[in-house]
């Protein structure tokens, strides 16, 4: 059923918050988009803070509630719309393989990818939330190249949504290797109409945020 409660999306262009964009487009939901200039400040307004005291994208509010963290607000999203089958149910045994993939994205994989930018090679990887790179992207690879055709299997998930992005994203910026486990799902992702969606609506924003 609907919610009868509004929601509000807090947006910017190049940002995390286009997993959510793709998200609510895979939805097929109504939302009120708010666009936040987060290079120009606006993220550190009294107001935003009040909602996201880290000043970021994305956050959601829908009606009282506000929702922050690109992999919580998709997680909330798939279960406030069970119709939508992103998400298996609270006592479905896939439930805990999902919850896994879809919190390895920002827990795992993007610290890693953080610290490959950086350069930054702890001494003792039992520090690190990823162990070490090495150890790391063959998971990845072994994951992603066992999508049957999705991550989950044969049912288009929020892991999808979510895990799709950060690998999509590493690879785009060359962080992971462009192993063919990767292109072949990234052109899976690229192919939805809702990613396709997401990215079209998006781009005159994107194109701007280039110009400035
Ligand atoms: N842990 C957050 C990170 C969100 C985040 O870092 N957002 C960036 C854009 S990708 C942002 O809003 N940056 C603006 C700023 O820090 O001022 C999530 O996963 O949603």
Same mark, same amino acid.
């Given at each position: 059923?609907?919610? /009868?409660?509004?929601?509000? =999306?807090?947006?910017?262009? +190049?940002?995390? $918050?286009?997993?959510? %964009?793709?998200?609510? /487009?895979?939805?097929?939901?109504? =939302? ?10 606006? *993220?550190?307004?009294? @107001? ?5 005291? !880290? #000043? ?25 719309? +069970?119709?939508? #089958? ?8 896939? &439930? ?5 993939? !879809?919190?390895? $994205?920002? $827990?795992?994989? @993007? ?6 930018? &950086? ?33 989950? *299997? ?9 895990? *799709?992005?950060?690998? &999509?994203? *590493?690879?785009?910026? #060359? ?7 990767? @292109?072949?799902?990234?052109? &899976? ?6 990613? /396709?969606?997401? /990215?079209?609506?998006?781009? +005159? %924003? ?7």
């Amino acid at each position: 059923m609907p919610s /009868q409660r509004n929601l509000t =999306f807090y947006h910017a262009v +190049p940002s995390r $918050s286009g997993t959510v %964009h793709w998200m609510l /487009q895979e939805l097929g939901i109504p =939302f009120d988009v708010k666009l936040v200039d987060i290079r120009g400040g606006e *993220g550190q307004t009294p @107001e935003f803070l009040a909602l996201n005291p !880290l #000043g970021k994208v994305p956050t959601i509010t829908h009606g009282d509630t506000v929702v922050t963290e690109a992999a919580a607000i998709c997680c909330y999203l798939a279960d406030l719309y +069970p119709e939508a #089958g992103l998400a298996p149910a609270l006592d479905d045994p896939k &439930r805990g393989e999902y919850l896994r993939w !879809l919190f390895f $994205s920002p $827990s795992t994989i @993007e610290p890693a990818m953080i610290d490959r930018v &950086r350069q930054y090679t702890a001494e003792d990887s039992s520090q690190n939330s990823y162990r070490d790179w090495e150890t790391l992207v063959p998971i990845l690879v072994d994951f992603v190249g066992k999508a049957d055709p999705w991550l989950m *299997g044969k049912s288009f998930t929020t892991v999808d949504v979510v895990f *799709g992005s950060t690998i &999509r994203f *590493g690879c785009m910026f #060359g962080i992971l290797p462009k192993y063919p486990e990767f @292109e072949t799902y990234i052109a &899976r992702i690229d192919a939805r109409p809702a990613y /396709q969606r997401a /990215q079209e609506l998006d781009a +005159p %924003h994107f194109a701007a945020a280039m110009a400035g």
